[in-house]
């Protein structure tokens, strides 16, 4: 009753098409006619047909022919003569009119839904970009946001290389300045920071403070030597590091002797080796690749290891639950545990804070981190996969004590002695004993961690050996850096 007219889009004096279905097929005898009646019941005194046509077909799927028209007339023009509606609507024809050309628009569908639905998933970062117009900067009198003074504009300190002109006064300029070679400040702090990583001290005792306070570089010249290296290399960290552990000074044994002692007990003159307690997150990733668990893989999202009940809903007043993850999320290096600045991974003691940026590793010898590496389920599981792999490379008919060797050297580096070995010896035959006796107590042991057992050893074997790895695991040498 519409007339099929639509006024507002001005879609009036044009051909309009529909397609009508039979409730159910129609057996029609030959030479008979059908009639059909249209009625034309607009609304508007003024909307009427031009002149209509009727056609039938017997295709089931049946389906308008949209554009037909405009498609014939558009065809009837000569090409170098047609519009580029008229074009365009030739071309689109004639490639729906191709099976292989719709194959391929799905193919092209279903690339782009792809793409969108990753883009979706991954995680959004927050960047900066200058504005188009720089902004004025002034100095507030006592800090009143409202009580400007003198204008201001970026620069650097006075007492460093000044600012060239030729840089621009943002960001990249900035950059730029910190690593112009003749700036020795960046590459004189990033050196001392590598040298601590390694050494345990810097060659400057204190990294975060270069300046009069600070304490004077034992070793100048080699300080001034390492940066300019650093610096004609093109700032090439892993050429830094490999020219630092390949040095004389860092291979030297760590051994103290009486003489040493009296003369350097700090080791500033660096008479001896680097000797010091590794960090918490060093160590439980030790503990992990000893133990066979560690998956190596790199970069990705952070992840939720082992971790005790409560911890954050106490931090948060109940407002975060901790959700631990599971697979390899729980053996990846500790660099991508997921740290919330009010509750740390528990541990991972001593560290500092994430309240202010900090260039210091946290070192840790409290009673509580031997608890935690006695007692957390990391490490239990790390002692008992390393027991695992430690009977299995001794061998399938392989004894205690050659496993036990076995796990020492996995850990240690090096063949215990005569009175360790004994004393790793005593300790399992106490614990296969007691084991033996409470076989649920070997089951609950074992049961420890997610990752599966070595079911070629008994459990009470099986436990009796990981108490020993775990001794192992938490052996001075196996915990400092020597």
Known sequence: DTGWAVYENNQISRDHEAIFHLDRPVEIPEHASIIVTMRHDSQHANHNL?????????????????????????????????????????????????????????????????????????????????????????????????????????????????????????????????????????????????????????????????????????????????????????????????????????RQSSRLSAALLEADPTNRLLARGARYRMPAWMIRDQALSASGLLVDKKGGAPVNSYQPEGIWAEATFGKKRYSRGNGDDLYRRSIYSFWRRIAAPPMFFDNPGRETCSVKMGLTNTPLHALSTLNDTTYVEAARALAGRAAALAGANSKPPAQIERAFQLVVARKPSKQEQEILENIYTRAEVRFTSDPGAAANFLRNGESSRNSELPEPEHAALATVCLGILNLDEALTKE
């Not at 000569?78 to 030739?90: C, G, I, Y």
């Not at 569908?109 to 970062?125: A, H, M």
């Not at 009580?147 to 030729?166: D, H, M, Y």
């Not at 730029?176 to 001290?201: C, H, M, S, Y």
Request: glycine fraction near 4%.
């Open 50 to 250: 031009g002149h209509f046509r009727l056609s039938a077909s017997a295709t089931p799927d049946a389906k308008l022919s949209s554009g037909e028209r405009r498609l014939q007339d558009a065809l009837a023009v000569e090409p170098a003569k047609r519009s580029k509606a008229e074009n365009d609507l030739v071309v689109t024809a004639h490639r729906d009119s191709v099976s292989r050309h719709a194959e391929l628009k799905k193919l092209i569908s279903d690339k782009e839904n792809k793409l969108n639905s990753d883009r979706k998933g991954l995680p959004k970062v927050m960047v900066m970009q200058d504005m188009s117009k720089k902004r004025k900067t002034y100095i507030l009198e006592v800090g009143v946001y409202d009580k400007r003074s003198k204008e201001v504009e970026a620069g650097t300190p006075a007492i460093l290389p000044a600012f060239s002109k030729n840089l621009p006064r943002n960001r990249l300029g900035l950059a730029q300045w910190l690593t112009d070679k003749e700036n020795p400040l960046t590459a004189r702090v990033t050196v001392n920071r590598f040298w601590q990583q390694l050494f345990g001290i810097g060659l400057i005792k204190s990294p975060e403070n270069f300046g009069v306070q600070s304490e004077v570089p034992i070793h100048p010249r080699l300080l001034d030597w390492l940066a300019v290296e650093f610096q004609e290399s093109g700032w090439d960290i892993k050429q830094l590091i490999r020219t630092l552990v390949n040095s004389h000074t860092y």
